[in-house]
C-alpha cells in the first residue's frame, strides 16, 4: 500500500502466538523483510539471537530450536517450547513503515500499533509482558499508560500488569548471547516459567 510519504505501509504477517495456557506476552517491534526469513514465525531473521537464547535457557543448547545443516529453525520444536512454558509471541507494530527499508527499529515507524486489549482478552491467565528492545518497550508504555523501565528491569501499569523490557535480542545489540539470556532467565524465573 503506497501512502502520501510515498512509503509502502506493511502490515504484520503473523498472527498472535497464543498458548492456551499463556502466563506471559513477549513482544518485539516488527519482523524483518520476507527476504531475512529462516522461517515463517516470530524472530524469523538467522542473525537475531531470540532463538538460540531460548534453547539455551530453556534447552541447554543454543542450537536446539535450528538445524544448522538445513540453515532452518525448528518450527515443530519451537511452538512446542512455547505451548509446553506458556509463552505467547506478537509484536509492538500492527502496520509500519520502513524509513530506510530495512529492519532496524530506529528507522521503523509505526503507523499503527497492536490492538493490545483484545490481545490480553484472549489470554486470561496473562499478567506479565516483556519487550525485546527499547522501540517495544516505548510503544507498549504508550498503550498501557505507564513507564518504560531500565532494560533487564521491570515496572508495574496502572492496569496491574507486569511489564519487563529485555534487551534486543538482535546481533546489533552489543551484549553476548550468554548476557542476553541471562537478563531473560531472570525475568522467567520471576514469573515462574522456570
Known amino acids: 500500500m503506497s501512502t502520501d510519504k510515498g512509503i509502502e505501509i506493511e502490515t504484520h504477517p503473523f498472527e498472535p502466538f497464543i498458548p492456551e495456557n499463556a502466563k506471559i506476552l513477549i513482544m518485539g517491534t516488527f519482523p524483518p523483510q520476507p527476504k531475512r526469513w529462516a522461517m515463517e514465525f516470530y524472530y524469523p531473521n538467522r542473525t537475531n539471537d531470540f532463538w538460540f537464547m ?25 511452538k512446542q517450547l512455547l505451548n509446553t ?49 527499547e522501540k517495544a518497550a516505548d510503544t507498549l508504555a504508550l498503550l498501557t499508560e505507564s513507564v518504560a523501565p531500565k532494560m533487564g528491569e521491570m515496572t508495574v501499569s496502572p492496569s496491574g500488569l507486569e511489564i519487563w523490557r529485555m534487551p534486543s535480542t538482535s546481533r546489533a545489540y552489543p551484549l553476548s548471547l550468554e548476557k542476553k539470556s541471562a537478563y531473560y532467565e531472570k525475568m522467567f524465573h520471576h514469573t515462574g516459567i522456570i
Open 54 to 78: 531460548m534453547g539455551l535457557i530453556f534447552l541447554r543448547d543454543k542450537d536446539a530450536l535450528y538445524d544448522r545443516s538445513t540453515k532452518l529453525f525448528r518450527l515443530d520444536k519451537i
Open 85 to 133: 512454558k506458556g509463552i505467547a509471541l506478537n509484536d509492538t507494530g500492527h502496520s509500519v513503515r520502513r524509513l530506510m527499508g530495512n529492519a532496524s527499529d530506529k528507522y521503523l515507524e509505526i503507523v499503527e500499533p497492536v490492538d493490545l486489549k483484545s490481545l490480553l482478552a484472549k489470554m486470561p491467565d496473562c499478567q506479565t509482558l516483556a519487550t525485546t528492545g
